[in-house]
C-alpha cells in the first residue's frame, strides 16, 4: 500500500515568491492536513481538507493556503514568503470517525522549504 | 482548548538502558484519542501507538509499552532496553477531531552504543 507522497522534498525560494507543496494522501484516505515544524514552534496544524472542503483551520496568516482535489490529493500555498516560513511541511492522511477512523495520521517525509 | 506537553525535551541514554516519555495532556472532551508518533532523521512521523479516552488498559508491545491514566491526565511510554535505533524525535498527540491532531513539542531521545 503506497504511502503518503509528497513533493518537493526540497525547495528553496526568496523572500516575497511564493510556492506550492504537493500530497497525494493514501489510497482510500479522504482527509488530508498539513502541519507546518519549526525548531522553535514544533508541530502546527495549519489546516485539514476533507472532499474537497477545508473543514480546520490553524492559526496561521491568509498567506497560507490549500485546496484539494476530487482525487483527494491536496496542494498547499504560501505566497509572499517571509524567513519565517523556512520549514518542514508535513501532509498526513486519514479517514474520519464516522468511517470508522480513530484518528491516528499517516504522514508523508514532509517537504523542506527554505527562504533566504 | 487542547494542549500536550513534553517536559522532556532530550534525553539521552546508553545502549539497553531503559527510558520512559512522559506527556500530559489538557482536553475538555470525554471522548478523545491518544498518540505517539516517532520522527526519525528522514523526516517522517511515523505512529506508534494510540489509546482512546475509554480504554486505560496498558498496553506492552516488544521492548515498546505505554501508561494511561485519566486520573492524571498522562500518557507515558517506556522503552525497554533501549537501541540505538531508537533514537529518534517522539511526539505524544491528542486527537479529539479527525482532522485536527494537537502535538506536543516532542521529545529528542538519543540512544548512545
Known amino acids: 500500500k503506497a504511502g503518503v507522497t509528497q513533493t518537493p522534498r526540497y525547495l528553496i525560494k526568496t523572500r516575497g515568491q511564493q510556492v506550492t507543496l504537493s500530497c497525494s494522501p493514501i489510497?482510500?484516505?479522504?482527509?488530508v492536513s498539513w502541519y507546518q515544524q519549526t525548531p522553535g514552534q514544533g508541530l502546527q496544524f495549519l489546516f485539514e481538507?476533507?472532499?474537497?472542503?477545508?473543514?480546520n483551520k490553524g492559526n496561521f496568516p491568509g498567506r497560507f493556503s490549500g485546496r484539494q482535489f476530487s482525487n483527494s490529493r491536496s496542494e498547499m500555498n504560501v505566497s509572499t514568503l517571509e524567513l519565517g516560513d523556512s520549514a518542514l511541511y508535513l501532509c498526513?492522511?486519514?479517514?474520519?470517525?464516522?468511517?470508522?477512523?480513530?484518528?491516528?495520521?499517516?504522514f508523508g517525509e514532509g517537504s523542506r522549504l527554505t527562504v533566504l | 482548548a487542547q494542549k500536550v506537553t513534553q517536559a522532556q525535551t532530550e534525553i539521552s541514554v546508553v545502549e539497553k538502558e531503559d527510558v520512559t516519555l512522559d506527556c500530559v495532556y489538557e482536553?475538555?472532551?470525554?471522548?478523545?484519542?491518544l498518540f505517539w508518533y516517532k520522527q526519525p532523521p528522514s523526516g517522517e512521523l511515523v505512529f506508534l501507538i494510540r489509546?482512546?479516552?475509554?480504554?486505560?488498559q496498558n498496553e506492552i508491545s516488544g521492548r515498546y509499552s505505554w501508561n494511561f491514566q485519566k486520573s492524571t491526565s498522562s500518557f507515558n511510554f517506556t522503552i525497554t532496553a533501549s537501541q540505538v535505533v531508537d533514537s529518534a524525535v517522539y511526539f505524544c498527540?491528542?486527537?479529539?477531531?479527525?482532522?485536527?491532531?494537537?502535538f506536543g513539542d516532542g521529545t529528542t531521545l538519543t540512544v548512545k552504543p
Open positions: 481538507y476533507f472532499s474537497e472542503t477545508q473543514r
Open positions: 489509546r482512546n479516552s475509554f480504554d486505560e
Open positions: 498526513a492522511s486519514s479517514f474520519r470517525f464516522w468511517q470508522g477512523s480513530t484518528g491516528e495520521l499517516f
Open positions: 489510497s482510500g484516505h479522504r482527509s
Open positions: 482536553t475538555r472532551d470525554t471522548t478523545y484519542y
Open positions: 498527540a491528542l486527537n479529539t477531531n479527525a482532522g485536527k491532531s494537537t
